[in-house]
């Protein structure tokens, strides 16, 4: 398996290596815990329930567990394998220039095609013996899959504020509990962006010339995702006063008409994929611990820092989901035709 965060994700394309995890199910249900401590007042009070808040934590596991099941359309598809990640040297290695990268999947998946085509020599050979899934000749596509949960949890948000004027109890109760779901599974993806192995070809070893001498280790993953946490002890209750408020990602129009959700998704992925060296050093330095070793003070901080920027990043867009919800008028004109019904065919006193 293959997860990239520290609890969960997975690893794919490019047929490069093994299937690795990410954040284990601790991890990711900790960026979730940080994220709804970094929400404002004016936040929805129904997702801070502990029933809700529970769910929401839970479900930052999902995706990994759909990884588990036989069915190969499903591993195929971004929900098993290629969401959870982006090894953005492939990117580069197809002619593709991250700073007019399109925000649309299938016309990426197009470009990306065709550039791994024309240039062969730049990627490693897919065994097909390794792929019965059929994802290793792609790089990851979290940058689109952010961006696409957001767009769905937005729609939520839109239909309750419909509901909560003219719906039913139960009807506001079920938008509600969409609102939790979709808040839950996408925390597990931008938790798996803040782990800079999800965003890198070096993602369980480094692959290549190797000039640093940095470790091929085929167990680094796993160690990052949940056995250096774990050995550390890093607790989500311990990292609560240090969560820094989310700050709505700005959905203003770009002059380049790309999608603003997508364009602060990359250029968090980017930041993260900065990380990248600096985590490798910290590894050959003996700094992040290993089953007979203890972790170091800046073995920990690195790790929590991922986990913190991974928290203060999906409340960001889970607050500019809920601040761009404007209410769904299709919806509202057909509540409206229902009451004005249920009005007319009620009896006459």
């Not at 997975?10 to 990711?28: K, Q, S």
């Not at 996408?186 to 640093?212: F, I, R």
């Not at 985590?279 to 170091?296: F, I, T, W």
Request: glycine share 8%; with cysteine.
């Amino acid at each position: 398996m293959r997860t990239r965060f520290f609890s969960l994700v997975v690893l794919v394309v490019c047929g490069v290596a093994a299937p690795v995890r990410a954040w284990d199910y601790e991890g990711h249900r900790t960026v979730n815990q940080l994220a709804l401590a970094a929400l404002p007042p004016e936040y929805p009070k129904f997702v801070h329930a502990p029933v809700n808040a529970e769910r929401i934590a839970f479900l930052s596991g999902e995706p990994d567990r759909w990884r588990n099941a036989p069915d190969l359309p499903l591993k195929q598809s971004g929900g098993s394998w290629t969401d959870h990640f982006c090894d953005l040297e492939y990117l580069s290695a197809a002619g593709i220039d991250l700073a007019t990268l399109t925000s649309f999947r299938y016309d990426f998946m197009i470009q990306y095609a065709a550039g791994r085509a024309a240039h062969p020599a730049h990627f490693p050979v897919v065994d097909p013996a390794k792929n019965a899934d059929h994802t290793r000749e792609w790089p990851g596509f979290i940058p689109w899959a952010v961006p696409e949960h957001f767009g769905r949890l937005r729609s939520a948000f839109s239909y309750l504020k419909v509901f909560e004027e003219l719906g039913t109890a139960d009807e506001i109760m079920n938008a509600q509990a969409n609102v939790v779901y979709l808040m839950g599974l996408m925390g597990h993806y931008v938790g798996d962006c803040a782990q800079p192995l999800h965003t890198t070809k070096h993602h369980n070893g480094w692959v290549g010339e190797n000039p640093k001498g940095y470790t091929t280790w085929a167990g680094f993953h796993s160690w990052i995702d949940g056995g250096l946490a774990a050995k550390a002890g890093i607790k989500s209750g311990a990292l609560a006063a240090r969560v820094v408020p989310a700050r709505a990602i700005s959905l203003a129009a770009r002059p380049d008409a790309r999608d603003p959700m997508f364009i602060a998704v990359l250029e968090y992925l980017q930041t993260q994929h900065a990380q990248l060296e600096p985590l490798y050093q910290l590894e050959k330095d003996g700094k992040l611990g290993n089953r007979d070793a203890a972790v170091s003070a800046e073995g920990r901080a690195f790790i929590e820092a991922r986990l913190l920027e991974g928290g203060h990043m999906l409340a960001s867009i889970w607050l500019a989901a809920y601040r761009g919800a404007g209410p769904d008028n299709f919806l509202r004109t057909a509540l409206g035709k229902r009451q004005a019904a249920a009005v007319k065919e009620a009896p006459k006193p």
